[in-house]
């Protein structure tokens, strides 16, 4: 009578364990993580004014101002960069999360 009471709860683990297994479903080609084009502004690189030989004071601050948006224009470029970069980034960790299946454990408790 003993054993017969033991065999039911171990018959039973085994079959949640093998039920569990049977629904994950296996992925049938692997893919590739998303990827984000890096725009044509991000990749040129930035060409600041120099000044010329013998530069007037006409000269100098023409090419102070000029020097100093081409700055401006640089460091949106690279502003740019950053931003595609952590985009696609956040894209692989999410793409990563959805390829990862969650134990069985984790789906009956409600964890992630």
Known sequence: MRNTLSILPASLACAMLT???ATS???SAPTRPPQREMPAQA???CALPRLPDQATAAELESAFT???VAL???DAARQLAVDVH???K???EAW???QTPASSWRRLFGGR
């Open 72 to 74: 401006l224009t640089c």
């Open 90 to 92: 956040a894209d692989q």
């Open 86 to 88: 952590a985009a696609e």
């Open 96 to 98: 990563l999360r959805s």
């Open 43 to 45: 990749t040129t690189p």
């Open 66 to 68: 000029a020097r100093g």
């Open 25 to 27: 479903v296996p992925s």
């Open 19 to 21: 039920s569990s297994c």
